[in-house]
């Protein structure tokens, strides 16, 4: 059974205003920056992180631009832009994958030094796993087994 959230049970509708508590808690979002958005993303990322229509939310940006004078809306926008992680290429399946990308997406050097460290350590169990099976006492064994 998945787990939900808030009241631990399915309410209502999946779409519309506040479905995103609803969703069971493994497919919740994170607010990211779409990468099939129309410029830069941001619009496309907060409409489907709050589940809002994405031409609705881009006609309130651009009221906002022409009612504010652009600069003080584009300047937000493009804040926006520079914080919000872009979205992942391939969708997260667990927690481990989440803190990966959270990592990769902060600091690749760091993200690239932890693939070394994996790889490092598995070449070592590799390593010593063809050290017994090639060692004397491994054949003399298995001679003596048969």
Known sequence: ??????????????????S???????ERRRLYRARDGMFLGVCSGLARQFDLSVGLLRAIVVVLFLITGIWPV????????LVMKMEPVVPIRNTDEQEFYDSYSTSRTGALERIKR???S?????????????????????????
């Open 74 to 81: 584009g300047l937000l926008y493009l804040i926006a832009a």
């Open 118 to 120: 994996k790889f490092e």
């Open 122 to 146: 598995l070449d070592r169990r590799l390593r010593r796993m063809e050290d017994v099976v090639t060692s004397r006492d491994f054949q003399w064994d298995r001679r003596m087994r048969s």
């Open 20 to 26: 995103r508590w609803r969703r069971p808690i493994e």
């Open 1 to 18: 059974m998945k787990a939900y959230g808030y009241g631990g049970r399915r309410m209502g509708r999946e779409r519309g205003f506040g």
